[in-house]
């Protein structure tokens, strides 16, 4: 292994001197190549510069899947060798140019036969390693904390359904400077550029872990590459996967299916932690959960509502509508909108109970009762809507069916 | 039309054999070669769009962070390169080929259905630029991806039903086209030229043209399911992913064409003629069970992934008999090296490659970290790009000294050849490194860590797309003005078939009376 390491580790340096001067080479302007893409360092669960091969593993079937890829590999670099061997050895022997003459060839049965029995034979033998790992890849019971991933435009939701932390529940989303650096186009050399998200999933190391996934509006993908797992999230079905990290550490993955405009930015941080630490987390959290249960009874005042509503707005709508309220492109304004400053609070909340335009503005029912109203009463007196209207969770909570 | 009514009247009346001309020529075509050339050149500019499209991605990608174009607009980049290229470039130039190739290849005097031929060929015009003009409409192009997910198609804006209504347009053609197809082979070959005597490039061809009609009708099907969920609230598409068959139908003609140049530059009879066939009849049969194998990551049960592993892994077989067939025609042969036979052996060794990667993708647990990673995008660029478009660029310096009889530049083919085929492989190579390393497809930005390969990557892309650019300007043009030295009957000497057996270039009609074959159905006696 540490000789495996090294070697890599010095490949990687001639590598970076090669890449440095092919960049120069490839624009004359070598600093030009995201002279902040330079400084970065391999990130430790997510990946590394230049990598070239699959993360290291961190669950047993990834492991498995490193094997099997050398193993195949290994079988494809030596047809590779036979063939091209003889193919590029006739081409350099029976040519025109140096005299060879056209001979043909005798076809007998056993040639044909032959050439299609032995890949049959090498593609059984492939088969079989193969099928033990999909197996277990796909053995889900028995798990000790079971997950659910839910996917939405964009960001990820997990509650814990089963399993120490039963009843955890919180949604994971991109650091938004990190998409404000995106937006930029000049970001600064950040190791987990991307990758950066509010709320990590946390899990216990050394446990069976069962993901369900499944998604709000569209298909999502959930993805950890050094756990060899990736599920579709799909709305209206519940998929499962399952992982059992060695070790502790960050881990990180994005999502793997095509899912709207902010498809690059829903990334996925799994912290995997020692049982003691993963039980102080869960106590933690489960104290911090009775405390922000907002009840939805309490009676707000505008200014406080507002507030809150400002860092609700800021994670959730900021992406589309921009912080300045004026959505962009087929993104709608809030900003001075009828429908946001209407006298009738129904429409609004109709609006963000149940999505509009076929889902082109989501629906945000996953959100609470005080969330939502915070958002909406943040909405109707922000930037040029000066309406003093006030919507309660309670309102919400009524507007729910 | 009844232009062509009167005129063919006037033919019928004084046996007058003058081809027609200026516009009507084009318009009111009904000649297979005419034909053919429209597809070729329509198939040339669309694949000029969808390189654009390519290199728009790729330039947004050359370092973090968004620079040239928003998160919306790249999805719809990469959706409408997908369509474009397949549906637009990829398909309708092996159909130009099929038109210009079967008649002659089979002594027959023209494709069966001669007006069928010019409506399916009229009719991807107004598909082609309501597909294009998507991205003017509000809401700008279609952005869900070229297998078009659903549910994600309901987000979309009113391109997307003008992207379904184009895919409609496109079906039919290629209905049609395929229709026509194994009408000609099937009931117009010469006397002589019976089924096991064809050459292989129409062999591919029949067995495409049935795959085709399978496959689009559940395609436009789909799409109409699509559709109605968008307007009438139906919902067929309780999502499951998508499959589509339609990648081995743009790779067999792609076969055909190779088993054609390899014999003639090596000056040997194709090996293994009937496991060919076989061969590639047996693609045809696995691929329609193998479409599942890019949904290995939806979820479906443990017994459906192993049959579909299983199957998948089965393909590899048949494909490598091919490869096997074809070095054996090469061993012992007195080879030349023109241009044709350099994106032939180029072909074998690029495609080579994605065969290898596509059966490290089938075995499905290493698939669950590849899927949908720029390793599958490596993938299929060296199967479409490196296959397809190698074998078409291989077809087409073999055949264009027939088609517009003068040859052309041997130093610009072997320039276009080798910058093609050095800038594909900086392009496409680096690309199995980023989605090992867990890279997403269609990510518009990405983690810092990938960024080297992406440069790489998107340096290659522009130098491969000026590659194409040359071809044009350097080898296609001086052909199409006539610039160049005349082409004799047959240039090259090892080369069999009746196309070798009319006059260069072929005139505007051929094989008016059926020929007379001699007993290997590849000359002419009388």
């Known amino acids: ?401 | 039309m009844s232009a062509v009514l009167d005129h063919h009247d006037a033919h019928g009346h004084d046996h007058d054999h003058h081809a027609p001309t200026g516009w009507r020529r084009w318009v009111f075509a009904t000649n297979h070669k005419d034909i053919g050339t429209l597809y070729l050149l329509f198939s040339f500019t669309m694949l000029m769009i969808g390189g654009l499209l390519a290199l728009g991605i790729r330039a947004e990608l050359f370092q973090p962070g968004l620079q040239l174009v928003n998160p919306q607009l790249f999805n719809q980049l990469t959706t409408m390169h997908g369509l474009i290229m397949v549906f637009g470039a990829i398909m309708p130039a092996f159909v130009g080929f099929a038109n210009w190739m079967l008649p002659l290849q089979i002594g027959a005097s023209d494709m069966a259905f001669a007006r069928m031929n010019n409506f399916s060929f009229w009719l991807m015009i107004p598909a082609a630029i309501m597909l294009v003009a998507s991205f003017f409409m509000p809401g700008g192009a279609p952005a869900a991806g070229w297998t078009l997910y659903a549910p994600l198609t309901l987000q979309m804006g009113p391109s997307m039903d003008a992207g379904i209504f184009a895919m409609h347009i496109l079906g039919a053609s290629s209905i049609m086209g395929s229709i026509n197809i194994i009408v000609t082979i099937l009931n117009m070959r010469a006397p002589g030229m019976t089924l096991m005597k064809m050459p292989m490039f129409c062999w591919t061809w029949l067995i495409t043209a049935y795959l085709l009609i399978a496959v689009m009708p559940v395609l436009a099907g789909a799409i109409t399911m699509t559709l109605t969920d968008r307007h009438f609230g139906t919902s067929f598409f309780n999502p499951a992913g998508g499959g589509h068959p339609e990648v081995y139908i743009m790779i067999l003609p792609a076969f055909g064409i190779v088993s054609q140049v390899v014999p003639a530059f090596a000056r040997k009879k194709l090996f293994g003629y009937a496991s060919m066939v076989y061969a590639t009849g047996s693609i045809a049969i696995l691929s329609f069970v193998v479409w599942a194998h890019h949904m290995f990551t939806t979820g479906m049960p443990v017994t459906g992934q192993l049959f579909f592993m299983y199957s998948t892994m089965l393909i590899a077989v048949p494909t490598g008999v091919k490869i096997f067939n074809w070095i054996a025609t090469m061993w012992k042969g007195s080879m030349t090296f023109e241009t044709p036979m350099m994106w032939a052996v180029g072909f074998i060794f690029v495609f080579t490659i994605g065969g290898f990667t596509g059966l490290i993708l089938s075995v499905a647990p290493i698939d669950i970290q590849m899927q949908d990673t720029y390793y599958v995008v490596a993938h299929f660029h060296y199967v479409l790009v490196a296959g397809s478009l190698f074998a078409m660029f291989s077809g087409i310096y073999y055949w264009l000294p027939k088609w517009t009889g003068v040859m052309y530049s041997e130093t610009r083919g072997k320039i276009h050849f080798w910058w093609s085929m050095i800038s594909f492989n900086i392009t496409f190579f680096p690309m199995h490194f980023l989605g090992l390393a867990g890279m997403p497809r269609r990510y518009a930005d990405y983690p810092m860590q990938f960024a080297d390969f992406n440069a790489i990557a998107s340096v290659g892309a522009f130098a491969f797309g000026f590659a194409q650019v040359y071809f044009f300007v350097a080898v296609i043009i001086p052909a199409m003005r006539g610039k160049g030295q005349p082409a004799p009957q047959k240039p090259w000497d090892g080369a069999e078939g009746l196309e070798w057996e009319v006059p260069s270039p072929a005139p505007f009609h051929t094989f008016e009376n059926p020929p007379k074959l001699d007993a290997t159905a590849t000359k002419v006696i009388g």
């Open chain 1, 1 to 401: 292994m540490s000789t495996t390491k090294k070697t890599l580790h010095s490949l990687r340096h001639r590598w970076t001197a090669l890449r440095n001067a092919g960049s120069m080479l490839a624009l004359g302007a070598g600093a030009w190549v995201s002279a902040a893409a330079q400084q970065v360092k391999d990130l430790p669960g997510g990946p590394a510069v230049n990598q070239l091969n699959f993360a290291p593993p961190a669950t047993r079937i990834a492991e498995e899947q490193h094997w099997l890829h050398w193993f195949m590999m290994g079988i494809c670099a030596v047809i590779f060798v036979v063939v091209f061997g003889v193919m590029f050895y006739s081409i350099l022997k029976h040519r025109k140019s140096v005299g060879h003459k056209a001979q043909a060839l005798p076809e007998p049965i056993w040639v044909e036969l032959g050439w299609t029995i032995v890949p049959l034979l090498i593609v059984i033998g492939m088969a079989l390693p193969a099928t033990k790992v999909l197996v277990a890849q796909k053995d889900t019971t028995n798990a000790d904390v079971t997950i659910k991933a839910v996917g939405m435009q964009w960001k990820w939701g997990y509650e814990y359904l089963k399993g120490e932390g039963e009843g955890i529940n919180f949604l994971s989303t991109l650091d938004n400077s990190h998409r404000v650096m995106s937006s930029s186009g000049k970001p600064e050399a950040t190791d987990d550029y991307l990758l950066k998200v509010d709320n990590p999933l946390v899990v216990p190391v050394g446990k069976k872990i069962r993901i369900i996934t499944t998604a709000n509006d569209v298909i999502h993908a959930w993805m950890v590459p050094a756990f060899g797992v990736k599920q579709d999230a799909i709305p209206g079905f519940v998929r499962d996967t399952w992982f059992r990290a060695e070790k502790v550490g960050d881990f990180y993955g994005q999502c793997a299916e095509l899912c709207g405009k902010e498809h690059a930015y829903m990334p996925i941080h799994v912290k995997v932690l020692s049982a003691e630490d993963y039980s102080a987390w869960v106590a933690a959290e489960q104290k911090k959960l009775a405390a922000k249960a907002d009840d939805p009874s309490k009676v707000w005042n505008l200014a406080d509502l507002v507030k809150r509503g400002e860092s609700v707005y800021a994670a959730n709508c900021q992406a589309c509508h921009q912080a300045n309220g004026k959505g962009a492109g087929p993104i709608k304004p809030l900003d001075g909108s009828a429908l946001v400053v209407d006298a009738d609070k129904a429409k609004i909340i109709n609006v963000l109970l149940n999505g509009q335009n076929n889902g082109a503005m989501p629906a945000w029912k996953q959100l609470s009762d005080t969330e939502l109203a915070a958002v909406m009463t943040y909405a109707k007196n922000s930037w040029s809507n000066k309406t003093e209207q006030i919507i309660q969770p309670a309102e919400v909570l009524a507007a729910r069916k």
